[in-house]
């Protein structure tokens, strides 16, 4: 997989008081905008495109701020992180997921042993984390895309404000309940990726990695008729709400996914705080699997290994360019990127790769 040039994403003063920019979590292409999202605010981005005369993306512009909680109830408040994971755009929706993942406080330099083996006991709940969103866009004046609270009939709703969000459908399940009272960092259930697919969403864990398979949960949210401005899961498999595919990505875990057609690229990094590897795998006719699913490594493609750093440079969400030429071209952006990746400007460089 070849890196084939670098291209900004400018942020505003806010975000980069934020750190929004440096801790990028997710990306989806949306005509001529990339929506972005990072894990440290409660917000979306939105950023636009500027060509060149052959048609390839040269750098973006006109960043814009959507606050989700002028557009969702938030069950913690406007102030508290939703964590935010993945992106997916599909027949006029937005949607955001959180990470639905625990937390374990953090060791901090200068502090005493006894304050660190208590915090290394801390483990917290936030609930913004807990979230999936939809919110309705539109096409503004200017001809861009527009995330707004309501238009005509369809309403921004979210799942996950009253027990019902998608860890509590995993509550019973054999494979994944065991690791929903565990820390993400811990091999815990962690959200990583959002792919929408008709009226499904595929959704990646980083983890729990099960004795090497990694795991996507499959779901059909829809409104809930009794409130507009919430979801619910409908049936999946019968009357089950949701399924589970079992993905052998050789003991890495899904840190993103983006479809294409009907196949799902995947973003695959380590489930624990490890640098690499990391690479990107092809689950052929993934959108067209009509039961819970086995995927031997046989069946999936590799399609290459994306660069990383010792301690940065780590890559978390990837999105299809539509640019003219031969092969596929994905725009790939790193949390917690190297100093060579920060711009004079307030911006980050992303990459864009090509594939045969």
Not at 17 to 37: F, K, M, V, Y
Not at 307 to 326: K, M, R, S, T
Request: proline content about 8%; aromatic content about 4%.
């Amino acid at each position: 997989m070849i890196v084939e040039r670098r291209v900004e994403l400018p942020f505003g003063h806010e975000s980069r008081e934020a750190e929004t920019h440096t801790n990028l979590s997710a990306i989806r292409q949306d005509g001529p905008c990339l929506w972005a999202a990072g894990d440290e605010t409660a917000t979306v981005e939105r950023l636009t495109a500027v060509t060149g005369p052959d048609g390839r993306v040269t750098g973006y512009e006109g960043h814009v701020t959507v606050a989700l909680a002028d557009l969702i109830p938030l069950p913690a408040g406007p102030d508290e992180e939703a964590d935010i994971e993945g992106l997916g755009r599909a027949d006029g929706w937005l949607w955001a997921i959180g990470s639905h993942s625990l937390k374990r406080k953090k060791i901090k330099d200068g502090q005493s042993a006894a304050k660190s083996r208590k915090r290394l006991a801390t483990v917290v709940r936030e609930d913004n984390r807990f979230i999936l969103a939809r919110i309705p866009l539109v096409t503004g004046a200017d001809g861009l895309p527009r995330a707004v609270r309501e238009d005509g009939g369809r309403t921004a709703a979210v799942l996950g404000l009253n027990g019902d969000s998608i860890t509590d459908l995993l509550a019973g399940d054999p494979h994944l309940a065991p690791f929903l009272h565990l820390p993400g960092k811990d091999n815990g259930v962690d959200i990583e990726g959002v792919a929408v697919h008709g009226d499904r969403l595929y959704i990646g864990l980083r983890g729990p990695v099960l004795r090497g398979w990694a795991v996507l949960v499959e779901i059909r949210p829809g409104p809930d008729p009794d409130d507009p401005r919430r979801l619910r899961a409908l049936p999946v498999d019968g009357g089950a709400r949701y399924r589970t595919h079992f993905l052998d990505l050789g003991g890495l875990g899904v840190r993103d996914l983006c479809p294409h057609g009907d196949d799902l690229l995947i973003l695959t990094g380590p489930s624990m705080d490890l640098d690499g590897p990391v690479r990107v795998v092809r689950w052929r006719g993934a959108a067209k699997a009509d039961a819970p699913e086995i995927v031997h490594a046989g069946d999936l493609e590799v399609l290459g290994d994306l660069p990383y750093g010792d301690g940065d440079d780590h890559a978390e969400g990837i999105a299809v360019l539509a640019e003219p030429g031969p092969g596929l071209r994905l725009l790939v952006v790193y949390d917690s990127p190297s100093p060579d990746r920060l711009t004079a400007g307030g911006g980050v460089l992303a990459d864009v790769v090509h594939l045969p």
